[in-house]
């Protein structure tokens, strides 16, 4: 594929940022990677590895990390974004203080702000000047940096409210192990790739609790159902759902012991408390914060998502997993249908 080769400036070194990293290179773009660790810098320099998070990895020599971000944007138009949902007003805070000229921001996190109900995207053009922000585009889909990191075939997607500079970014990415889509839904490709990890808590959940394939598959197909009746009351297609950032997702994080959404549920289901699984994962469970700001959310736009109210009582309230899935069991009689009718009525759309 024909692409012009330029400087990309990625900030986060963590496991995503790494394994973006590696396909820009793959594509022959310099990638300047920043992380705020001296010492994690100085072994990518020197050893090209990233060992705490992608262990078994050789980085391009294409890949120079840099602990200074003003020496990371210097001359540079396009940043990936690759932090934690918590972290991004900060290390936008930090980008606005160096950045001289306007730049287009493509973040790749998934996640919606507590008490602010804000989407990401939403968070950075508040948090950065209209002067210095050409554009924010969303990059979401089914992509465990693990086999992006292998080069196992991926497909992801990528979305902006300007679809030229979702483009942009997809002809930076694609290549023959990394397939982008765009699509012009944000609101439903941030919406999905947030909420579907709520969903994979609660797969951990029952994965640990021993309730085997049938009541995940029914937690799937019912979280999808919430996530789509959300989603759509906030604006969203519902067509975005059934794709990469929505059913995609859903499948890949619900069913992966590389999801750490996944793998923190299913410790919570082997009885851990809340505090003991964030210590044994060391990594942010970006899921955990998700679902009180789901919680907040359906509340708000008046949304049936008992899956969602069911985790925030095990994760906030002290319920125990099994009483949670007990409450869900027990709840009365509905037609399934119902949820797909509903959502189609939101967007007036007709048969």
């Given amino acids: 594929m024909n692409q012009t080769k330029t400087a990309i400036a990625v900030i ?4 995503w940022g790494t394994a973006l990293a590696m396909v820009l290179a793959d594509n022959g773009h310099e990638v300047r990677l920043w992380s705020h660790n001296e010492e994690q810098v100085k072994e990518i320099n020197e050893k090209h590895t990233n060992k705490k998070y992608l262990p078994e990895i050789i980085l391009s020599e294409l890949i120079v990390a840099y602990a200074s971000l003003s020496d990371t944007l210097a001359g540079v138009d396009t940043i990936i974004l690759a932090v934690p949902t918590k972290a991004i007003r900060e290390v936008i805070g930090k980008i606005r203080a160096v950045q001289i000229a306007p730049i287009t ?3 790749v996190s998934k996640g919606i702000e507590p008490d602010s109900l804000m989407r990401i995207s939403e968070i950075i053009k508040e948090e950065m000047p209209n002067e210095l922000l050409k554009d924010v585009v969303v990059l979401s889909g089914p992509s465990h940096a693990e086999e992006v990191s292998l ?3 991926t497909t992801v997607t990528v979305t902006s409210e ?3 500079a979702a483009g942009k970014i997809q002809d930076l990415f694609i290549n023959n192990n990394f397939r982008v889509y765009t699509n012009s839904d944000i609101i439903g490709v941030e919406i999905g790739g947030a909420l579907k990890n709520i969903i994979a808590l609660a797969a951990g959940i029952t994965d640990g609790l021993g309730y085997g394939d049938n009541a995940k598959a029914a937690l799937m197909t019912r979280g999808l159902a919430e996530i789509a009746r959300l989603g759509t009351k906030m ?4 067509l975005t759902f059934s794709g990469l950032a929505g059913i995609g997702d859903l499948i890949v994080t619900c069913t992966s012991v590389h999801s750490r959404n996944w793998r923190a549920g299913n410790l919570l289901g082997k009885g851990k408390t809340l505090e003991e699984v964030l210590d044994n994962m060391g990594m942010v469970v970006e899921g955990v914060r998700t ?7 359906a509340k708000k736009y008046d949304v049936k998502m008992p899956i969602t109210f069911a985790l925030y009582d095990v994760l906030f ?5 099994i009483d949670a899935v007990d409450v869900l069991m027990a709840r009365g009689k509905t037609h399934e249908m ?14």
Avoid at 317 to 321: F, I, R, W, Y
Wanted: net charge negative.
């Fill in 291 to 297: 679902t009180k700001a789901a919680y907040q959310l």
């Fill in 317 to 321: 309230n002290g319920k125990s997993a």
């Fill in 151 to 153: 080069r196992h075939p």
């Fill in 12 to 15: 986060g070194a963590g496991s």
């Fill in 162 to 164: 300007n679809m030229d």
């Fill in 338 to 351: 119902e949820d797909l009718v509903n959502v189609l009525d939101e967007r007036n759309i007709e048969d």
């Fill in 105 to 107: 921001i493509a973040h």
């Fill in 235 to 238: 604006g969203a297609n519902p």
